[in-house]
């Protein structure tokens, strides 16, 4: 089962930069739980993000979490997202940010 209608995510990668945002409409119960399968892989891999949130107050279709691996040479940071994606059961990335 798919929850891309949930939680829509965008990765982005650039030399030495892995990125992935999670966007969901206002819901404190997505937020919880993409930021508990975040910290269950961070347990599970050792690796720590940089990972941030915006949240808009005037527009419930604005929430994000982004997970960002900067200077990544080895790209370790891959293998990180793609746990995250299936812990949340998102099984495709929207094509445009």
Known sequence: MSRCDEIKAHIR?????????????????????ILAAVDDVKK????????????SNDRADLHAIYIEFRDDIHREGG???????????????????
């Open 13 to 33: 990668m650039e030399e030495r930069y892995q990125g992935l945002s999670l966007v969901f409409s206002e819901s404190e119960a997505l937020k919880t739980e």
């Open 44 to 55: 599970e891999t050792g690796q720590k993000p940089f990972i941030f949130e915006k949240i």
């Open 79 to 97: 293998a990180f997202l793609t746990a995250v994606l299936q812990k949340l059961n998102i099984d495709k990335c929207e094509k445009d940010i």
